[in-house]
């Protein structure tokens, strides 16, 4: 089994022959640069004496209280014990998940947006499946969509919503269609919603929170996917959940319990800290936030949606672009060819707007300088 290498080997790649001129910041790579917060840090070294435990192997009950606190507070949602099993962030249960869930189907079929985060396709290869592509372009306004027969044929959707690198959010009617998609044509619906902690003014709302609304209470054939790598700058911690369909989560927890899948105790009693208090949360929220507006005031001809912390920058292309300002300037962006298949995105660069945003003003200028001497 092969796998496609990852965006950030294709940019290495890139820029190996480069020497830049200057030291610039780096917007290739969505990683928060603020500190940890202490009060977590400080969680977790209150526990370090707990490193002798083996920890179980479905997570502490006081974690699983914890993020189940934070849907409600969020969301609305008050979700059963059942109704949540702790993760490893995102990225791992994205992409186990699905070779559990599609184990027992005949030549699986799963749909994901492109470009995507590429665990997606990953996830796709390593259980065998076809994968169906839903372009994200301008001209449809970077939204998902299946036709009528790929919608007969599909097992398993993934969503992104706010979405990476676009940053476009699907609204409560479209994700209600979704839902209804997905219990018409009975296939497995996910959310991706590691992002729903970023934006402006208005939060995003929940795939399951469309499943309430129709009355699909029980969440059936329907998941969300959350993680605290962004909401509380500590992709560190590696804490995360999925939760929505207890018949199919009941047996998720059971096929964990083999892999092994779990953290320090010292480290659940951190990301327990992180996922009860939501003020850090905000502090960060607020930051970029105000990256977003000052880049839409900079790169003033972009659509620049108001979620996640991304700008999805059209440039007359997007490897020499990058190549171009690392060589001049020391700023790294990422082609977003390398982040889709098709040639999707070979006309943009993703920034991840990751810093203060005194730091990102100079940058940003420089950028836009570069895309109009080069339009």
């Not at 799963?110 to 169906?132: D, M, V, W």
């Not at 998902?144 to 476009?168: A, H, K």
């Not at 934006?199 to 998941?223: H, Q, R, W």
């Not at 945003?357 to 895309?371: G, S």
């Amino acid at each position: 089994m092969t796998f496609e290498p990852y965006p950030f080997e294709r940019l290495r790649a890139l820029f190996k022959e480069i020497t830049p001129k200057k030291r610039g910041l780096d917007l290739g790579i969505g990683e928060p640069r603020f500190e940890t917060p202490k009060f977590i840090q400080d969680a977790l070294k209150q526990h370090t004496h707990s490193l002798n435990i083996y920890p179980k192997s479905t997570f502490e009950e006081s974690l699983r209280e914890a993020q189940r606190g934070f849907f409600k507070r969020r969301f609305k949602i008050e979700l059963k014990e059942n109704e949540l099993v702790s993760t490893l962030g995102s990225r791992e249960v994205l992409f186990n998940f699905p070779s559990f869930v599609l184990f027992d189907y005949q030549n699986p079929t799963i749909a994901y947006p492109n470009p995507f985060y590429q665990i997606y396709e990953g996830a796709a290869q390593f259980a065998r499946a076809k994968s169906l592509l839903m372009p994200l372009t301008k001209e449809n306004d970077f939204t998902p969509s299946l036709n009528e027969e790929e919608l007969q044929e599909v097992d398993l959707v993934i969503l992104n919503s706010p979405n990476n690198p676009t940053g476009r959010t699907l609204s409560l009617e479209e994700l209600i269609s979704w839902v209804q998609l997905a219990l018409k044509h009975d296939f497995i619906l996910i959310n991706d919603e590691c992002y729903s902690e970023i934006y402006e003014n208005t939060p995003p709302p929940s795939l399951l929170e469309a499943c309430m609304l129709i009355g699909n209470e029980a969440f059936k054939n329907v998941l969300v996917i959350h993680s605290l790598s962004k909401r509380s700058s500590a992709p560190g911690l590696r804490s995360g959940f999925i939760a929505g369909d207890s018949r199919i989560l009941e047996k998720y927890k059971a096929f964990r319990t083999y892999l092994g899948y779990t953290s320090a105790n010292a480290i659940q009693k951190a990301s327990e800290a992180a996922w009860l208090d939501d003020r850090h949360a905000e502090f960060f929220r607020n930051i970029y936030a105000n990256n977003l507006k000052l880049a839409r005031k900079i790169f003033k001809d972009t659509l620049i949606y108001p979620y996640s912390f991304y700008v999805y920058l059209p440039v007359q292309n997007g490897e020499n672009f990058a190549k171009t300002l690392y060589q001049n300037e020391g700023i790294i962006t990422l082609p977003a060819l390398y982040l889709g298949r098709d040639h999707i995105g070979a006309d943009c660069v993703r920034l991840a707007l990751v810093y203060d945003t005194p730091l990102l003003e100079k940058p940003l200028e420089i950028i836009e300088t570069y895309r109009e001497n080069h339009a």
